[in-house]
């Protein structure tokens, strides 16, 4: 069986996972116990990665570089060309 490619998205989540779960985590001399539920985890994990992807992505746009005045009829894409 082969593993499926993970989505960005999912990577996110899964070191969400990890690190809540780290956090969750109470480590004794002969036995580890989970203190919050494993399923819980995962779906608000799930639900901070979509969060931190929206920001990102709304972060991106809001960066990107606006030139809406730009005609790209008007330009003389010849005088692109290197010379020669």
Known sequence: M???????LTA???KIY??????GVVITENAAQIKVNPENL??????LAEAFERVANADKIAAAPKN???DMQA??????????
Not at 42 to 47: E, G, R
Not at 75 to 83: E, G
């Open 75 to 84: 330009t003389d894409l010849s005088a692109w060309s290197a010379p020669k």
């Open 42 to 47: 995962a779906k608000i994990s799930l639900k």
């Open 68 to 70: 809406q005045a730009f």
């Open 12 to 14: 996110l989540a899964e």
């Open 18 to 23: 990890v690190e809540l779960v780290c956090r």
């Open 2 to 8: 082969s593993a499926s490619p993970t989505s960005p």
